[in-house]
């Protein structure tokens, strides 16, 4: 018996001395957004965020991301529409002040990786997949993905036919020890 619990123990210790996780924050993560209409388009993004990369060595597949952002820290290039992006209309931060992202699976897909997630806005979870080139180490982690979102799947739909549904985004992750 205390054969096995010391057999237990080790491989316990030996699991977790193979993972590695990085804090992530506004420093070394960025998320930034473009919406569009017919006339034109607003480039944003948010501030602050705080979360955690996690993985086992440099396996970029075992990637576990879990990711706060501080709505209120939400900025675009006019602020004007930053003060409507943070009402009802939109994403109505005071209600719900923070936005949530945690990966379920990353894949390898070609070159690159297909990175699975549930995100939160508003209060609502949709599960998204995105491309992203990722790269893993003991010593940091690094993502960079663009994509698209339809603002619709959250209810977020103030300007039907006058902005565009879809939502680029760009998230880049320069984490090290």
Request: with cysteine; proline share 2%.
């Amino acid at each position: 018996m205390k054969r096995m619990m010391t057999m237990a123990c080790l491989l316990a210790f030996v699991a977790a001395a193979g993972a590695a996780e990085f804090k992530l924050t506004g420093d070394n993560t960025t998320i930034t957004f473009v919406g569009t209409k017919p006339d034109g388009k607003h480039d944003g993004g948010f501030k602050k965020l705080t979360g955690t990369a996690t993985l086992d060595g440099d396996d970029a597949t075992s990637l576990k991301l879990a990711v706060e952002i501080e709505m209120t820290s939400l900025f675009s290039d006019n602020d004007m529409l930053t003060g409507h992006l943070k009402n009802a209309d939109f994403f109505e931060v005071k209600r719900f002040p923070k936005a949530k992202f945690e990966t379920t699976k990353v894949v390898k897909d070609g070159t690159g990786y297909k990175v699975t997630g549930k995100l939160t806005l508003r209060g609502k979870a949709v599960e998204v997949t995105f491309p992203a080139n990722v790269s893993a180490s003991a010593d940091g982690v690094t993502l960079s993905s663009k994509f698209k979102i339809d603002r619709n799947d959250w209810g977020i739909t103030h300007g039907k036919g006058k902005i565009d549904p879809e939502v680029a985004l760009s998230i880049d992750v320069k984490a090290k020890k």
